[in-house]
T-cell receptor, first 117, second 115 residues
Framework: AQSVAQPEDQVNVAEGNPLTVKCTYSVSGNPYLFWYVQYPNRGLQFLLKYITGDNLVKGSYGFEAEFNKSQTSFHLKKPSALVSDSALYFCAVRPAPSSGGSYIPTFGRGTSLIVHP | DAGVIQSPRHEVTEMGQEVTLRCKPISGHDYLFWYRQTMMRGLELLIYFNNNVPIDDSGMPEDRFSAKMPNASFSTLKIQPSEPRDSAVYFC?????????????FGQGTRLTVV
């Protein structure tokens, strides 16, 4: 069975500092990995994904994530945090079709990012 | 496209009443998902449809919950009778045909409060 772990319920960072939101996964075969962001009173919004190719993936709003197969991780990063980045961030995984696993993505429990002015 | 549209945005109802949540997926998307979000349990998949057919409803918590998708542009999630523990934010999401590598698009959610 596939699973996602977001080990931190909350991450605090000062505006202008780099931020990292951690995600590790477990899946049979190759993973498809996703990050979503949820602003207050809104639905989840897609940020970026890794399917294949370059391990460093760039997404919306200056975010990027690095796929590390040996560590089964897909951490979300941004070089310089903004107060407006404060939100709930979700990591999700689904196995590649060739793995024969479920199409349904598994979501982590979410990490609350708080950026202080 | 206006994205995934859910209605109502907020619903307050009394215990025992029937509640119907509505969803219009993005045109052309052939997968539709219903999720429930609570502080305690996070984001839970309730049911999903492929080409209007329910594929997996193992996440539906009880028989009080039912979902339908009569056509490609409309789905409902019904709770009858509702209970206070059903209070949560319910999200509908859709994704594109052949979409193993595609992301899901979420609606803004319906915040349900059962008193």
């Amino acid at each position: 069975a596939q699973s996602v772990a977001q080990p931190e319920d909350q991450v605090n960072v000062a505006e202008g500092n780099p931020l990292t939101v951690k995600c590790t996964y477990s899946v049979s075969g190759n993973p498809y990995l996703f990050w979503y962001v949820q602003y207050p009173n809104r639905g989840l919004q897609f940020l970026l994904k890794y399917i294949t190719g370059d391990n460093l993936v760039k997404g919306s709003y200056g975010f990027e994530a690095e796929f590390n197969k040996s560590q089964t991780s897909f951490h979300l990063k941004k070089p310089s945090a903004l107060v407006s980045d404060s939100a709930l961030y979700f990591c999700a995984v689904r196995p590649a079709p060739s793995s024969g696993g479920s199409y349904i993505p598994t979501f982590g429990r979410g990490t609350s990012l708080i950026v202080h002015p | 496209d206006a994205g995934v549209i859910q209605s109502p945005r907020h619903e307050v109802t009394e215990m025992g009443q029937e509640v119907t949540l509505r969803c219009k997926p993005i045109s052309g998307h052939d997968y539709l998902f219903w999720y429930r979000q609570t502080m305690m349990r996070g984001l839970e998949l309730l049911i999903y449809f492929n080409n209007n057919v329910p594929i997996d409803d193992s996440g539906m918590p009880e028989d009080r919950f039912s979902a339908k998708m009569p056509n490609a542009s409309f789905s409902t999630l019904k709770i009858q009778p509702s209970e206070p523990r059903d209070s949560a934010v319910y999200f509908c999401a859709s994704s594109l045909v052949g979409g193993w590598g595609t992301e899901a698009f979420f609606g803004q959610g319906t915040r349900l409060t059962v008193v």
